[in-house]
């Protein structure tokens, strides 16, 4: 698989304040998004193509990638929008595979963006 990310920018207060008012309001509605209370700032994504099979393929991929990212997020995450792109062999690995890979990945990821934010 290929993983991209991009660190995005600390709130400002009144960023802070808008997005108070608007989780308010989601609360009231029930989020069918699983682990997004536990990191709020590390957004994850997938990028399932045509290319990799028919409908039935790309589910399971992306129902695989799904489990393995709850399985392995940080507990604190950095603030970072990351898109995994599998490729076709995520099929046939065997899940422990794919959940190391995804545990690597935010790994590398973590501290990528720790080495940036003490540069800056």
Do not use: C, Q, W, Y
Not at 28 to 46: H, I, N, Q, Y
Not at 88 to 95: H, R
């Amino acid at each position: 698989m290929t993983v991209f990310f991009l660190a995005r920018p600390e709130e400002t207060p009144r960023e802070a304040s808008k997005k108070e008012k608007g989780k308010e309001k989601e609360e009231k509605k029930e989020s069918s998004r699983a682990g997004t209370a536990a990191v709020p700032d590390l957004r994850v994504g997938f990028t399932v193509g045509r290319a990799l099979g028919n409908a039935v393929h790309r589910n399971r991929m992306k129902r695989r990638l799904r489990e393995a990212v709850r399985m392995s997020r940080p507990p604190v995450g950095p603030s970072a929008d990351v898109v995994i792109n599998p490729k076709k062999s995520l099929l046939t690995a065997d899940f422990e595979d794919v959940v190391n890979e995804v545990r690597r990945a935010f790994v590398v990821i973590e501290e990528k963006l720790r080495r940036r934010s003490d540069n800056s």
